[in-house]
């Protein structure tokens, strides 16, 4: 599975930005997917995620971004609403997953990341 992230870019604190992860390769609808991020100097950390039918949010953004998908074109997103400086990073997607969303080791493919900066 090759993943393709977009959609990041430079806001201001109260902006909204729509990430997209678009798959190819196998069957997309198989998979778990899920979000993660890295500001400069930080640690990797969760975002959200979908497992089957349940979602998954780091309390961070919890109340303010929201992850769905489309099977059918082979896709996730992340809508970030009510974003915050502190939300700068490099935003990574990531599909198959094997037990604990929140654990980075536990996903099997990781996309390039897509940079998203939000100003004060």
């Known amino acids: 599975v090759q993943l393709q992230a977009s959609g990041g870019g430079l806001v201001q604190a109260g902006g909204s930005l729509r990430l997209s992860c678009t798959a190819s390769?196998?069957?997309?609808?198989?998979?778990?997917v899920g979000w993660f991020r890295q500001a400069p100097g930080k640690a990797r950390e969760f975002v959200a995620a979908?497992?089957?039918?349940?979602?998954y949010y780091a309390d961070s953004v919890k109340g303010r971004f929201t992850m769905s998908r489309d099977n059918a074109k082979n896709t996730a997103y992340l809508q970030m609403n009510g974003l915050k400086p502190e939300d700068t990073a490099v935003y990574y997607c990531?599909?198959?997953?094997?037990?604990?969303?929140?654990?980075?080791?536990?996903?099997?493919?990781w996309g390039q990341g897509s940079q998203v900066t939000v100003s004060s």
């Open positions: 979908i497992k089957w039918s349940s979602e």
């Open positions: 990531v599909a198959q997953l094997s037990t604990d969303p929140k654990v980075a080791g536990n996903w099997g493919y």
């Open positions: 390769g196998r069957a997309f609808r198989n998979y778990s």
